[in-house]
């Protein structure tokens, strides 16, 4: 059975880091490429950033890049998500989820997490 379990999540003040967690069992994670995705309320699920199997290659929207770092530790089976500089916009349910190939589009993606929710405050 594949599960993807995110943590890390919590409430921080703008400015602030979190360091999402997203631990992968029932799957052959080294050679999944791995997401993330968010969703605010009333908002539709958006892309953040995306990673292959072997780390040789990532992505990220424009509102993470420069900002978050998406990695992954196979030998772990963990990805991880390392938010910096937050800001209130960030607010969601962060999403793990774990694919053939990296993509921005969610829809590509085989397996998803329960999500972990992040709150900022300004």
């Known amino acids: 059975q594949v599960s993807l379990v995110e943590s890390g999540g919590g409430s921080v003040q703008t400015g602030n880091s979190l360091r999402l967690s997203c631990a992968a069992s029932g799957l052959t994670f080294t050679k999944s490429a791995m997401g993330w995705f968010r969703q605010a309320p009333g908002k539709d699920r958006e892309f953040v950033a995306t990673?292959?199997?072997?780390?040789?290659?990532?992505d990220y929207s424009d509102f993470a890049r420069g900002r978050f770092t998406i990695s992954r530790n196979n030998e772990r089976n963990t990805a991880y998500l390392q938010m910096d500089s937050l800001k209130p916009e960030d607010s969601a349910v962060y999403y793990c989820?774990?694919?053939?190939?990296?993509?921005?589009?969610?829809?590509?993606?085989?397996?998803w997490g329960q999500g972990t929710q992040v709150t900022v405050s300004s």
């Open positions: 990673i292959t199997w072997d780390s040789s290659w990532t």
């Open positions: 989820a774990a694919g053939v190939l990296p993509a921005s589009t969610g829809r590509l993606y085989d397996y």
